[in-house]
């Protein structure tokens, strides 16, 4: 009689057994056919680039800007400090820029340069910039660029002394601005400038300048290549209006950040849907 109950008790545990063993390979079989459903694959990891690849540049972008932001505030802080002596400083005019000088000479306005069409600026902003009730035209006119001849020095220089309207444009009509004794300055100083996109080419025989090519202006006039902007201490009524320096740069960065960080949440939400959800692009 216990023979035989432990005989059945071994029968049911092998069968226990078994009916474990086999219900642990289906779930193992289950579990790699799940996986098989969930692979990725190839192109899906290539595909997953896309997102990857547009959120770095984003981020890049996002340093780029606050470089270019912090280089905007470092030239105009620049402009901001003491001026230092023109001639003390001939030889290292390059690390200037922006920085301002003072020079002692006297004005040649018998070879005036006129580079325009230039919007008035007052403390380094167009005038009337965003004003609803700003007359069209009305702060239009013409940077005035005459050649400085400096003080018991042989060597000239050119002076942006300031913006004029149109209707000032003729020395004639500004006699009481012409400043003809020697006089001391202030200015800005500035580098050439190459032809910005889409702007005509300057035209030296009309004396029609649209943009700062020093060197063709120094050929035109005889100066040495050493440009300033001068600064308002020796604005004189009826003429040109100093302070005509705007330190900008190109600044496009927010526009690029927000394409790449939305080409990148885009493209990675439908590859989230695609590839891990299983759900059809709709």
């Given at each position: 009689?216990?023979?035989?109950?432990?005989?059945?008790?071994?029968?049911n545990?092998?069968?226990?057994?078994?009916?474990?063993?086999?219900?642990?390979?289906?779930?193992?079989?289950?579990?790699?056919?799940?996986?098989?459903?969930?692979?990725?694959?190839?192109?899906?990891?290539m595909?997953?680039?896309?997102?990857?690849?547009?959120?770095?540049?984003?981020?890049?972008?996002?340093?780029?800007?606050m470089?270019?932001?912090n280089?905007?505030?470092?030239?105009?802080?620049?402009?901001?400090?003491?001026?230092?002596?023109?001639?003390?400083?001939?030889?290292?005019?390059?690390?200037?820029?922006?920085?301002?000088?003072?020079?002692?000479?006297?004005?040649?306005?018998?070879?005036?340069?006129?580079?325009?069409?230039?919007?008035?600026?007052?403390?380094?902003?167009?005038?009337?910039?965003?004003?609803?009730?700003?007359?069209?035209?009305?702060?239009?006119?013409?940077l005035?660029?005459?050649?400085?001849?400096?003080?018991?020095?042989?060597?000239?220089?050119?002076?942006?002394?300031?913006?004029?309207?149109?209707?000032?444009?003729?020395?004639k009509?500004?006699?009481?601005?012409?400043?003809?004794?020697?006089?001391?300055?202030?200015?800005?100083?500035?580098?050439?400038?190459?032809?910005?996109?889409?702007?005509?080419?300057?035209?030296?025989?009309?004396?029609?300048?649209?943009?700062?090519?020093?060197?063709?202006?120094?050929?035109?006039?005889?100066?040495?290549?050493?440009?300033l902007?001068?600064?308002?201490d020796?604005?004189?009524?009826?003429?040109?209006?100093?302070?005509?320096?705007?330190?900008?740069?190109?600044?496009?960065?927010?526009?690029?950040?927000?394409?790449w960080?939305?080409l990148?949440?885009?493209?990675?939400?439908?590859?989230?849907?695609?590839?891990?959800?299983?759900?059809?692009?709709?």
């Open positions: 009689m216990n023979l035989s109950r432990l005989c059945c008790n071994i029968l545990i092998t069968k226990n057994f078994k009916a474990y063993n086999n219900s642990r390979k289906s779930s193992y079989y289950q579990q790699i056919k799940t996986s098989g459903e969930n692979d990725i694959g190839t192109i899906g990891w595909l997953l680039a896309i997102p990857t690849v547009s959120f770095a540049l984003g981020t890049w972008q996002v340093k780029r800007k470089w270019k932001e280089l905007i505030a470092d030239m105009t802080n620049k402009t901001k400090s003491d001026p230092v002596s023109l001639i003390e400083n001939l030889d290292n005019l390059d690390e200037l820029d922006y920085k301002p000088v003072y020079a002692r000479g006297k004005f040649l306005h018998d070879q005036e340069l006129y580079m325009g069409p230039r919007t008035l600026l007052v403390n380094g902003d167009a005038e009337g910039e965003g004003s609803l009730f700003s007359q069209k035209g009305s702060n239009q006119g013409y005035i660029i005459t050649p400085f001849k400096l003080d018991n020095q042989d060597k000239i220089i050119l002076v942006n002394r300031g913006w004029v309207p149109h209707k000032k444009k003729n020395p009509t500004r006699k009481e601005g012409q400043v003809e004794e020697v006089v001391d300055i202030v200015g800005i100083v500035r580098s050439n400038e190459n032809r910005p996109t889409f702007l005509p080419k300057n035209n030296e025989e009309s004396n029609q300048w649209f943009y700062r090519d020093i060197h063709s202006m120094c050929k035109i006039t005889g100066a040495d290549p050493i440009f902007d001068q600064t308002t020796l604005n004189k009524p009826g003429g040109p209006i100093g302070g005509q320096t705007r330190v900008t740069l190109r600044n496009e960065h927010m526009s690029y950040i927000i394409t960080y939305g990148s949440a885009g493209t990675g939400y439908m590859w989230y849907r695609r590839f891990i959800k299983k759900l059809p692009l709709k």
